[in-house]
């Protein structure tokens, strides 16, 4: 599988995720800081089954940027994640993404 394509990055910040999301929505993200040459350093990759914003606000602090990609269902979301994780392999979230509450669903890179 290959690596979805990411949107990003953005500062991460309230106004610019304010600006990016204007509504609820679902998706796959990456967060980190962003060298003096713009290469985003990347050591946490999340998932937001229908709240992007909110999820992104609380890493706000911690790091400077974002990049993401949108999902039209909690299983869109979770499957984006793990293709994600395992081709990032996160030093902050180094477990499998764990699946979404209700959703039958199995990772697209090892099955689980």
């Known amino acids: 599988m290959a690596m979805p394509t ?3 990055p953005k500062e991460l910040t309230r106004a610019a995720i304010n600006a990016e999301f204007p509504r609820k929505v679902g998706g796959a993200y990456v967060i980190g800081t962003r060298t003096p040459e713009q290469v985003m350093l ?3 990759a999340g998932r937001a089954d229908d709240d992007m914003a909110g999820r992104l606000r609380t890493h706000i602090g ?3 940027a974002f ?3 949108l999902a039209d269902s909690p299983k869109q979301a979770y499957e984006l ?3 994600i994780y395992h081709e990032l392999k996160p030093s902050k979230n180094p477990q499998h993404p764990h699946k979404p509450s209700g959703v039958e669903c199995v990772c697209p890179v090892c099955g689980r």
């Open 81 to 83: 994640h793990c293709e």
């Open 62 to 64: 911690n790091y400077d």
């Open 67 to 69: 990049s993401y990609v």
């Open 6 to 8: 990411l949107i990003g």
């Open 42 to 44: 990347v050591p946490y």
